[in-house]
């Protein structure tokens, strides 16, 4: 079981979440030319102590049912620094550019992949974001490598966002999981070509094409997975956005559909793969007070990772191949004082059920988590979170974890 904590740390760390998607509006550092051209540098670094204690469902390899826990560890945030270029406006149209790395400052970042396919320490760098938008009055189309379109509300609006949330292991290194596999899954960053209406009175509609993703384990393809994909993948995002005297009101639903063909699998099984998916959610801020909610539901989804192959999702046998039913939610409340400190908690879960011709097995994750996050002044936030939580996947049956840290933001 820790061979398997330590993969899914290893992949779960190159992961987590670039926070503010619209950092560079608070930049630190914004450079111009007589040309009309801006270059915009924004950031972000923090770090948390956790105290653990892990129940497992079954023995580990050495036969433990439980281990405690101390270490140093990121929050569901790496640290992020992103540059942003910003044109001047040629005929009506505006070009931004962006990119987004992440630089992971926990001890020797154990079993990452290496770019040569073998296991170690290297780089710490992970680019997360590379993609350029052209707007007009005709909307926005963005190209490139930035968060996906289905899921992204549910963990942009997640409280656990500036926290730690979940642990994958007791082990350390890499980040926290916030809520991914505890009430959504992780949208990821992914390479898409996508278009976005103009705001119509608070009303926006995204749609694109994304690169498939190809069957998989933790780490990219599976061993012994093999498969063809001659469509691209679809998502789809629509929100509204709404201010009331004393508050606001956001709202969300969003799509995911690909098709693939399994050409082999470790068991044998060939057939089509569709994934599908949506989900919907809403969050209502008035005088201090905030509550957010959000479900989603498909075929093919995972319950921590998105298209994960071998019982994750989906599986092949001599028989074939089937999808499992995946569904989850989460649903917090907060209170905010003197608009710095915010006091919030919220329960969430992800579902997935068993079909055991095909070797899908059932899964679930669910999560308490309260927090208090503070902000000292502009550029510094610290934080205290407490979370019980369990997942089948993980082997975990009871754990608390406390955790406290800061952010230094820029």
């Given amino acids: 079981m820790k061979r398997y904590t330590t993969k899914l ?12 998607l619209s950092l560079p509006t608070n930049a630190a550092v914004v450079l111009g030319g007589a040309d009309g051209w801006e270059v915009s540098y924004g950031g972000f670094i923090n770090l948390f102590y ?15 049912t439980s281990e405690d826990s101390a270490h140093l560890n990121e929050g569901l945030l790496p640290a992020f620094h ?16 962006q990119i987004t790395f992440a630089v ?3 001890n020797n970042k154990r079993g990452r992949l290496n770019k040569n396919g073998t296991f170690g320490t290297d780089s710490n760098i992970d680019m997360r974001e590379v993609f350029f938008n052209v707007a007009g009055d005709f909307g926005t189309i963005s190209v490139g490598r930035t968060l996906a379109l289905f899921g992204r509300q549910s963990i942009l609006k997640d409280i656990t966002l500036f926290g730690m949330g979940a642990l994958v292991g007791p082990d350390g290194s890499g980040t926290g999981l916030g809520r991914i596999g505890y009430g959504y899954v992780y949208p990821d960053f992914r390479t898409r070509l996508v278009y976005q209406t103009p705001d119509m009175n608070g009303f926006q509609l995204s749609v694109g094409i994304f690169d498939p993703q190809e069957p998989g384990g933790l780490l990219g393809t599976a061993a012994g ?15 509204f956005n709404s201010a009331f005297e004393g508050g606001n009101f956001s709202g969300w639903a969003g799509f995911i559909w690909q098709e693939q063909e399994i050409t082999g699998s470790p068991a044998g099984g060939e057939g089509d793969i569709e994934t ?24 093919a989804l995972g319950v921590i990772l998105h298209n994960s192959g071998g019982g994750f999702g989906f599986n092949c046998h001599a028989m074939g191949c089937t999808e499992a039913d995946n569904d989850g939610f989460y649903v917090q409340a907060s209170y905010t004082f003197n608009g710095t400190t915010k006091i919030g908690g919220g329960y969430g879960e992800s579902r997935q059920d068993a079909n055991m011709t095909y070797n899908i097995d059932p899964h679930e994750g669910s999560l308490w988590t ?37 952010f230094l933001l820029w």
């Fill in 276 to 299: 599908v998916g949506w989900n919907i959610g809403a969050e209502v801020s008035a005088e201090g007070f905030g509550i957010t909610g959000q479900y989603y539901d498909g075929e």
């Fill in 370 to 406: 309260v927090g208090v996050y503070h902000d000292v002044n502009s550029w510094l936030k610290v934080i205290a979170e407490y979370g019980n939580y369990d997942h089948t996947i993980l082997n975990q049956k009871d754990v608390d974890t406390f955790s406290i840290g800061g």
């Fill in 225 to 239: 997975w093999f498969s063809e994909t001659d469509t691209p993948q679809f998502q789809a995002e629509a929100t």
């Fill in 50 to 64: 956790t105290q653990s204690d892990f129940e497992w469902i079954a023995p580990d390899a050495a036969g433990n």
């Fill in 9 to 20: 740390t290893a992949a779960l760390s190159t992961l987590a979440l670039a926070g503010a």
């Fill in 82 to 97: 992103t540059m942003t270029v910003k044109s001047p406006e040629v005929n009506g149209l505006t070009g931004t550019g």
């Fill in 104 to 106: 992971d400052s926990s």
